[in-house]
Nanobody, 127 residues
Framework: QVQLAESGGGLVQAGGSLRLSCAAS????????MGWFRQTPGKEREFVAA????????YYSDSVKGRFTISRGAAKNTVYLQMNSLKPEDTAVYYC????????????????????WGQGTQVTVSS
């Protein structure tokens, strides 16, 4: 079993920055990829960013491309999301997720391929 814990959320003014962290614990970590999703009340959870294990390639949603950067820490059980130039529309609960056993194809932007999820960390951006 893998447990994920997010941290780094908080309240920031528009244009500011936050760095989210995700740490995995439990069994020896092995994942095809890790990603970040976000959700606001009454809305579906949406993809934010992900990184694949095989080649370390990052993926981003169009809404955050150029502003957010996903990276894997030196330890294989950590992943970060550097969020710059934050906007009020970035306000959401951000969830870290790990894909440890996807199908033949790993769909990095689809939440159904992620089998472990953190409890989320709140990010609030004020105007």
């Amino acid at each position: 079993q893998v447990q994920l814990a997010e941290s780094g959320g908080g309240l920031v003014q528009a244009g500011g920055s936050l760095r989210l962290s995700c740490a995995a614990s439990g069994r020896t970590f092995s994942s095809y990829g890790m990603g970040w999703f976000r959700q606001t009340p009454g809305k579906e959870r949406e993809f934010v960013a992900a990184v694949t294990l095989s080649d370390g390639r990052p993926y981003y949603s169009d809404s955050v491309k150029g502003r957010f950067t996903i990276s894997r820490g030196a330890a294989k059980n950590t992943v970060y999301l550097q969020m710059n130039s934050l906007k009020p529309e970035d306000t959401a609960v951000y969830y870290c997720a790990a894909a440890t056993s996807p199908g033949i194809l790993y769909e990095v932007r689809e939440e159904y391929d992620y089998d472990y999820w953190g409890q989320g960390t709140q990010v609030t951006v004020s105007s």
